[in-house]
């Protein structure tokens, strides 16, 4: 395929903050279609590296382009669209990644991959962390699990942890905060139980959709129910998106919404220490 390569003079690696449009713009739908299906090339946001909350130890992050859910509280509405990210080959991430494996392993680290929403491009995602195994480097997916059906269970022996981003465990409360049904997301985090796969719940207090404790009760409750959940994020809602959603010229519904206080995080971590679950 002749897609043109990621611009040398945007850097591949970044932020999650910062902010990054239109950088795949250039492919035409036809090209952007076929390299989604082969995963030879990938639409990346950009990679961080030397992040210390994406996963166990140190990681390297590559964020990638698309999603299918709309989050009021998203922090990267910028990687919503596949063209926004930059078109990269397969080997070109693959080294990326390789030449910091001697640091992973040190720092007990890995590779993880996060977006976006990575599922949305599943061939690459899954070369990409074939790439990265086969270097000794461990892998962890950062998903909203709603296309967890894509994986076979072959898929996932590619992927050392899962990290679970649920966002609601009450169906109206999940789809008037993300647009979309959990079900799915409900499935493959079941799915992921019988398997017994390492995984990590990550939940965002949100305030005036996830702040109560009925509803952080019922995540408590899922996590232990699970039982293959090692850890769980409890994540404070924060502003540090707001400038993407005004930059890109987009309403923000949580524009003037103050992050949860320190008190009511304490009593949601004491709340999934009571069923048992590893909060941090
Ligand atoms: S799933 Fe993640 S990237 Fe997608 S809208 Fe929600 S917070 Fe944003």
Redesign the pocket.
Known sequence: MELKSADPTIPLEGSPYDLRVSLGEQVPEFDRKAALESGDWGFIHSFTTGSAVDGPGMRVVAWLTS?????A?????D??KLSNGMPVPLQRAVDVVKQYRIGLKTMHGGLTIS???PLMQKPFLIKLFQGAKAAGIHTALDT?GALGDRLTDEDLKSIDLVML?L?AVTPDLHKRL?GMDNAPSLAFARRLAALKHPAWIRFVVVPGFTDTLDEIGKMADLAAELGNIERVDLLPFHQLGKFKWEKLGMDYPLKDAVPPSQELMEQAAERFRSVGVNVV
């Open positions: 999603c299918q859910f709309r989050c509280f998203c922090h990267n509405p990687t919503w977006g976006g929403e909203n981003g966002k993300t």
